[in-house]
């Protein structure tokens, strides 16, 4: 396939790329903050909000556009009015927080999005998605372009930007203890950032994954207390648990980077892709090899 990557050269989007261009065509537009230098992949340097530039793309038609930084309404329609380059499928990465919080339910794909605003920069997130979440089908439809949306949870992995993991493994290697919040109610659900990749990949051009979306999350349920096990194990490490409840956490304003209480945690159904013969990685392992990125 033709694959243009919106985005690409951070974290998830680069481990796409590297993924798919193993067997297909990439063509990977960003504003090359951080070149890719990756064999058998074209890099267009813009800015995805550049018209003129967008509007320059014309000498290739694509079979799929994958989008990675697709994050405020028009984002997409920007696109689909200015790209001169046809294309079949619309891939948008988008997020499990698209979901009405506080259901109490197990959310599948089908279940509402989140109508309300919260304010500051997760407010601003969560709004823009689901913004780009009803672009997505407008566009495509008024097109007559095929769409599939990407719902991750939690991503965790090597070169992970967002400070998760890596926060634990910084405080363990560097301190020789974690922030324990001994009270915490709450749960998380984690996806492996190769698996991810593997899930964008399965539904390009997969008429199966045609006008549906996916959410991608392992069904196993965390807790910062099966975390804070699960770190010892990959890590191999002694370490010490600072003992802290949820009151002085909060109280301190110290950013732990999971839900600390019940009504704060949302419950996902990662099921549907398997229907296309996916398979998670066991958290166990994919923790491992993110561990061993991490020390190496």
């Known amino acids: 396939m033709k694959i243009l990557v919106l985005g690409g050269s951070y974290f998830l989007g680069k481990t796409f790329v590297r993924l798919a261009a193993e067997c297909n065509e990439i063509y990977v537009l960003n504003r090359g ?28 038609d694509f079979d799929v556009v994958v989008d990675f930084c697709g994050y405020n309404a028009g984002d997409i329609k920007l696109i689909f009015d200015n790209l001169k380059a046809s ?5 948008f990465v988008s997020t499990c927080d698209v979901y009405r919080r506080g259901s109490g339910k197990l959310l599948d794909e089908n279940a509402p999005f989140e109508e309300r605003y919260f304010g ?23 097109k007559n372009t095929a769409y599939t949306s990407i719902r991750p949870a939690f ?19 560097n301190a020789g203890q974690i922030i324990h919040p001994y009270d915490a109610t709450g749960h998380f659900q984690m996806a492996f950032v ?62 732990l980077p999971f839900p600390l209480t019940k009504e704060e945690a949302e419950s996902y159904d ?5 229907e296309l013969g996916f398979s998670y990685t066991p958290i166990e392992q994919g923790m491992a090899v993110t561990a061993d990125y991490y020390m190496s």
């Open 120 to 142: 500051g920069p997760a407010g601003d997130y969560i709004s823009g998605k689901v913004a780009l979440e009803k672009e997505l089908k407008e566009c495509c439809m008024e």
């Open 270 to 274: 990662g099921t549907a892709i398997k």
């Open 155 to 173: 991503i965790y992995g090597p070169d992970n930007y967002a400070p998760r993991e890596s926060m634990y493994f910084n405080w363990i290697v």
């Open 194 to 255: 190769l698996d991810v990749a593997k899930a964008i990949l399965l539904v390009c051009g997969n008429k199966a994954a045609y006008n549906r979306a996916y959410n991608i999350c392992d069904s196993e349920f965390m807790t910062y207390e099966s975390f804070a096990d699960l770190m010892e194990e990959v890590l191999n490490m002694q370490f010490e648990r600072l003992e802290m409840s949820v009151e002085d956490v909060v109280a301190r304003n110290i950013m």
């Open 87 to 91: 294309f079949s499928q619309y891939v």
């Open 33 to 60: 903050n951080q070149p890719l230098y990756e064999e058998n992949v074209i890099e267009y340097v813009m800015d995805r909000h550049d018209i003129e530039a967008i509007s320059g793309i014309s000498e290739k």
